[in-house]
Each structure stands twice: as structure tokens, then as C-alpha cells.
């Protein structure tokens, strides 16, 4: 069987979360269709070679690396010559991305390079001879639609968490590979690249989200939602547009079909009623829960868990005892 | 300054959506049909650079004559003229769509070519870039800042977690996220003046659709939830169940 590229995701030299879960799924979608061999490509500055054994972890046979000090930031231009390089001559299948901003930027570019097919924000697929079958919601998340990719290589952007990381350990071999075009002659300059908030867990990459909308009343209000994500350890904080809107929280924590689309395993909504905009970006979510004071509210429809009841009092209690319970651990 | 902004007509959203007796499409009865939410941002940042640097803004749109309302809001926003790229039918395919809009935006001679983030309904967020590569432009997509000074832009874009600052030259192509610039609503002398702009119909030269839809449907409920129970004194039992029933924490 011809191989599949699942394309690595780095930033700052470390690689991403979505960049084990895109190798899973290459790999997931090779073995239950009639095998064939895994390709992970790794772009980036000095020292991401030493990334590449992680990816052989979860199930790379190869790791193309391109390893070039000014690719140290994400070059669009570099990016989309040198993976649609490889797409190319190398006879693939399909090609693997996260639907991450970067492989939601880069993904579409690699597609329209080679005229071939791409299903973004995929949360489902099945390779078929020799064509793909794809699940990706839209209309806001009220409608799943199953695409079909004609032709080759097929291309796809992995919804993050759609995919949970499974390690299927082998030891890689190493390909070092040039990038197609020099970074000098790029159009395009990354000039910058600012981390926002201290060392903040990202909701993409957090398995538990802990996430507040106006039922808060207030910006300071906050605290509670933070203070129980603190006391569950590992978990991110999100917001609705609501709250984004009011500046109580920065634009880019908002989860909703205009924000971030998750899938945590476990996501509490506080406060939160449960507009249309916002189920869009956590339906997907493993375990839902909601606490809120309104027993009508819409998010009881689609929480497995909920709380009807005053917020100010519940979220301190479910604190205090997780803290008690992880003291007891 | 010339700008092109490409806009998608698009089911409002908030409405009960269910699906077609072909099982590939939505039921359209009842639909009620808007500017998707990221190109009315994308529209405002072209009239507000047309406003402060002189020069004009051009609405495109590709799909059936319905379309043609779409773009009339466009005009009564503010853009100068209108084209309709004309099909019956939109194809989910977004490169199929790119390689319509490419030869139209070529030769137009615009310094930007703006679109949002994604369209709403289909949740692609393809046509942007792959446009771009087609026509060999330096692109950034989801933007949510902008300045432009002689001749170069500078646009951020926000990642998970951090934000990219992106330099580029004209002409370029911009993809466009909320919050931004706040869309301006259509005054009434606008929507008169709309009715007289020019809004010209061509071909859509549709490129060959490789993403085909095979199915819709709704997405399956949720098992049914339960209320665990009335404030804080059921936060014992809730812990309980997400510990052993649901294995989450």
C-alpha cells in the first residue's frame, strides 16, 4: 500500500499536541486500511530533528525532517512549496493535517498547489481504495456532512481532540530533507510571535475545560472559574462571545462557531444558557456539564451531567471538593 | 486603493435546520438566507480602507440570482459596484470555488482581496488561501489586526495560545476573523443609492469538484442528560458520577 504524510505541527521547537494526534490518525487510517507505511514531516529551526524519535512513538516508519534555522517561525510560503513537494513526488495516499490555525492556514494553500482534494475540520474518516470518506460538521454543528475525496493524494484537517494520541511505539528512521524554496525569496515574514498569558493551558490542547458565560455577572467573577480549573489541575478556562464581547475575558478564549471548536473530555459550562453559537464550538465535548440557575436553559439539553442552582454557591463547593479529593490521593 | 470583497449568502443560523429528501442537502423551505457573519467583517475593513486612503471596494459573490440580494446589502454598506459570478448550484468543493473567483480577480487590478474567515455554512475556511495560491499572492488568513502604509501590510493573527505578526506587500489576500471592525448596518440613503450601483452577472467557471457531498444529516442527540440535582448539596453526588460513571476526573 502506497504510504500516508501526516504533516507534524511544531511552535518554538516543541511539537504540538495535535501533531501526536494527526500521526494517531495517519496511522489509525493506514492499519485499517490495508496498512501501508507512515510519513511525518517535521519543519522547523535548529534542534526540532531531536523531536523527530516522539513521532516514531505514536506510529511514524519515517519522519521527513526539515530542519533550517529560519524556519524557527512558521513560513507559509516555505511550508506550502516543501509539504506539497513531498506530496508530490513521494506517491501518497493522503495527507494527514491538524485543523490548528496553522494547518487550517496551510492545509488549503497544499491543496490548491497540487488541484487536489482537502475535507477540513474532519472529525471522522475512512480510507476507501482509492478514494477517502470524511465526517465534518457544519452550519454551526447542526448538521454532520460526509464528504467523499476523489483522486491522490486526498488531503485532510483533523479537528483537534477528534483523535486521542495513542502511543504504537517503533523506532523511526530520519530523512533530511531541504526545504523547495529558499526562506529569503518568501513574500511573507513572521516578524513576530507573542505568547499571551503565563504559561496558560490552551483549550485545544487541555483535556478538561472549565468555561463561564454571563451568568457570572461579572468580570471579577472569573476567579471562580479559574480557581476551579486550578484545583482540577490540567484544565483550561474558556468563555462564551457574551463574555469575550464585554471584554471580560480576551477575544481568544472564546469557544462558539466564531471562536474555538472543542472536544475535551470533560467540559463544565458555568453560567453559560447555551446559545446556538456556542454549543457549536463544545458539542462535540466527551462529558458536558452545566450548572446553572435556570432549569430550562438550553445547555441542560445537551449536558450529560447539570446543576440547577446558584452558581456562587455550587462552584465553590465542587472546588473544595476536588481539592479535598485530590488531597486524599 | 482597490478592494475586492468576496461574500457568501448563507442560511441564517439560527434557524431549525433539516434535511432534503435527497439526504445530501438541506431542506430549504422556511430558510431564511444573510451575509455570512466573517464577510461582513471582511466588508468593513475594505470600506474603512477605502474611506481613510481613497479608492473603492467591489463585492463579488458566486451562486444563483439569490446571490444578487446578498449583494445588494454589500452595495447599500457602501461598496462601489457588485459582480455575481453565476451558478446554480454553490459546490462544497472550496478549490472548485477558487478557481472560478481566481481569473475573475486577476485582472482587476485590486491591491486587496478580502474574505472571512470561512463561510458559515459549509466551515471550510478554504477559498481565501487557495485563492490566493491560484493567483500566486502573499496571503495571511484569520486575521483579527490590520494596518496598511505604503504599499505593505501588517497583519497578526491569533493562534491557540499565542498571536503571529505577519509583514507582507500589496496586493495580497486577507482572511478575515471577527472582531476586527464592528459591520456597519446599511443606512436608508445607502440602500437607495444601492438600487442604482452597477451589479454585472458573468459565467461562474467553476473549476472541477474533487470534495463531493455524499450525505447530511443531523447530527445524533446527545444520550439523554439528567439534573444530578438543586444546588450545592448536589455536588457530591455530581463528583461521584464523574469520577466512576463517566471516568473524567
Known sequence: ?329 | MKVAVCIKRVPDMEMRFSIAGDRKSLDPSGLKYEMGDFDGYALEVGLQLAEKQGGEVVVLSLGPDAVQETLRKGLAMGAARAVQLKTDEVPFDGLAIAQALAPELKDGGYDLILFGRMATDSANGTVGPMTAELLGLPCVTAISHLEIADGRGTARRELEGSAETMEFPLPAVLTIDEGIARPRLASLKGIMAAKKKPLEVKPAQLGEARLVVESMALPPDRPPGRIVGEGADAVPELLRLLQTEAKVL
Not at chain 1, 500521526?23 to 530533528?49: C, F, Y
Not at chain 1, 489541575?233 to 474555538?260: E, K, S
Not at chain 1, 446553572?292 to 450529560?304: T, V
Request: no cysteine.
Open chain 1, 1 to 329: 500500500m502506497p504510504p500516508v504524510l501526516a504533516f507534524a505541527e511544531s511552535r518554538k521547537g516543541e511539537l504540538r499536541k495535535v501533531a501526536l494526534e494527526t500521526v494517531t490518525a495517519a496511522r489509525q487510517a493506514a492499519d485499517g486500511s490495508g496498512g501501508g507505511e507512515v510519513h511525518a514531516m517535521l519543519l522547523g529551526g535548529q534542534g526540532i530533528a531531536e523531536r523527530a524519535a516522539e513521532l516514531g512513538r505514536y506510529g511514524a516508519d519515517l519522519v521527513i525532517v526539515v530542519e533550517e534555522a529560519a524556519l524557527q517561525h512558521y513560513n507559509p510560503e516555505v511550508f506550502t512549496a516543501t509539504v506539497a513537494e513531498r506530496l508530490r513526488s513521494g506517491g501518497y495516499r493522503a495527507g494527514f493535517f491538524p485543523a490548528s490555525a496553522q494547518g487550517r492556514d496551510l492545509a488549503p494553500r497544499v491543496a490548491a498547489r497540487l488541484k487536489v482534494s482537502l475535507a477540513s475540520d474532519v472529525t471522522g474518516l475512512e480510507l476507501q481504495g482509492d478514494s477517502v470518506v470524511a465526517r465534518h460538521p457544519a452550519y454551526t454543528g447542526k448538521v454532520i456532512v460526509t464528504l467523499r475525496l476523489k483522486g491522490t493524494p486526498a488531503l485532510l484537517s483533523l479537528r483537534p481532540g477528534s483523535v486521542t494520541a495513542v502511543e504504537q511505539p517503533r523506532t523511526a528512521r530520519i530523512e533530511k530533507m531541504a526545504p523547495a524554496m529558499s526562506p529569503a525569496d518568501a513574500k511573507l515574514k513572521v516578524t513576530e510571535l507573542a505568547q499571551r498569558g503565563a504559561a496558560q493551558l490552551d483549550l485545544g490542547e487541555a483535556s478538561i475545560i472549565v468555561s463561564g458565560g454571563r451568568g457570572l455577572r461579572a468580570a471579577e467573577n472569573f476567579k471562580l472559574v479559574e480557581d476551579l480549573a486550578a484545583a482540577i489541575g490540567n484544565a483550561a478556562v474558556g468563555a462564551t462571545r457574551a463574555v469575550t464581547d464585554d471584554g471580560w475575558r480576551p477575544a481568544t478564549d472564546q469557544i462558539g462557531q466564531t471562536g474555538r471548536l472543542v472536544s475535551p473530555d470533560l467540559y463544565i459550562a458555568v453560567g453559560i444558557s447555551g446559545a446556538v453559537q456556542h454549543l457549536a464550538g463544545m458539542r462535540t465535548a466527551k462529558t458536558i456539564v452545566a450548572i446553572n440557575k435556570d432549569k430550562d436553559a438550553p445547555i441542560f439539553k445537551i449536558a450529560d451531567y447539570g446543576i440547577v442552582g446558584d452558581l456562587f454557591e455550587i462552584v465553590p463547593r465542587l472546588t473544595d471538593e476536588i481539592r479535598k479529593a485530590r488531597k486524599d490521593h
